[in-house]
């Protein structure tokens, strides 16, 4: 079960727009429309942000958005605040004999 | 309001048994599929092992698998994760988490307990 490929950091100024890459197969991003992405800060637990690829739960700000193409899903955080700073994690399913693929995770640093 | 609280971690000697368990409270439990993931210190996510509602779906991680054993008793509201022949690789921060639907097949967590530690080490 190879992790998802995240690049390991990003940044940006408040305000600005970023993306960050969550990279997979065929067997996983690629096949299914059931990625998710979970912010973490320091000490914290996980926090859903996104699902399906593009929905978001009831309370996450619309600065956060979700796409994905062929076997990359992005996401995207729009008008960067201090808060977004934290730790970003896409997961995708993967099958039903590996059922689950975490990516390795991608820092955010707010300039 | 949804809780997950998850126990049973502690320091164990590599080869050695250690049973997690995570009570949940605040939404009905038997709707729900469950996960247990983990985070080494200072590592991303690791998912470890989920189950369906009703225990009749259930997946490990190849890291885990044939060693660690996941269960559930929907009466007691409660998950469980057996932990057998422990490594020090195994050595992490176990989240109990609540999935969106009763199967496994869209693994979506929106709920998370604050986890416990595992310490394998002799």
């Known amino acids: 079960q190879s992790a998802l490929t995240q690049p390991r950091s990003v940044s940006g100024s408040p305000g600005q727009s970023v993306t960050i890459s969550c990279t997979g197969t065929?067997?996983?991003?690629?096949?299914?429309?059931?990625v998710s992405w979970y912010q973490q800060h320091p000490g914290k637990a996980p926090k859903l942000m996104i699902y399906d690829v593009s929905k978001r739960p009831s309370g996450v700000p619309d600065r956060f958005s979700g796409s994905k193409s062929g076997n990359t899903a992005s996401l995207t955080i729009s008008g960067l605040q201090a808060e977004d700073e934290a730790d970003y994690y896409c997961c995708s399913y993967a099958g039903s004999y590996t059922l689950v693929v975490f990516g390795g995770g991608t820092k955010l640093t707010v300039l | 309001e949804v809780q997950l609280v998850e126990s049973g971690g502690g320091l164990v000697q590599p080869g050695r048994s250690l049973r997690l368990s995570c009570a949940a409270s605040g939404f009905t439990f038997d709707d729900y599929a469950m996960h247990w993931v983990r985070q080494a210190p200072g590592k991303g996510l690791e998912w470890v092992s989920g189950?369906?509602?009703?225990?009749?779906?259930?997946g490990y991680a190849d890291s885990v698998k044939g060693r660690f054993t996941i269960s559930r008793d929907n009466a007691k509201n409660s998950l469980y994760l057996q932990m057998n022949s422990l490594r020090a690789e195994d050595t992490a921060l176990y989240y109990c988490?609540?999935?969106?639907?009763?199967?496994?097949?869209?693994?979506?967590?929106?709920?998370w307990g604050q986890g416990t530690l595992v310490t394998v080490s002799s």
């Open positions: 988490a609540k999935d969106t639907t009763e199967w496994l097949f869209n693994p979506t967590s929106d709920y």
């Open positions: 189950i369906s509602w009703n225990s009749g779906s259930i």
């Open positions: 065929s067997s996983d991003v690629g096949g299914y429309n059931y």
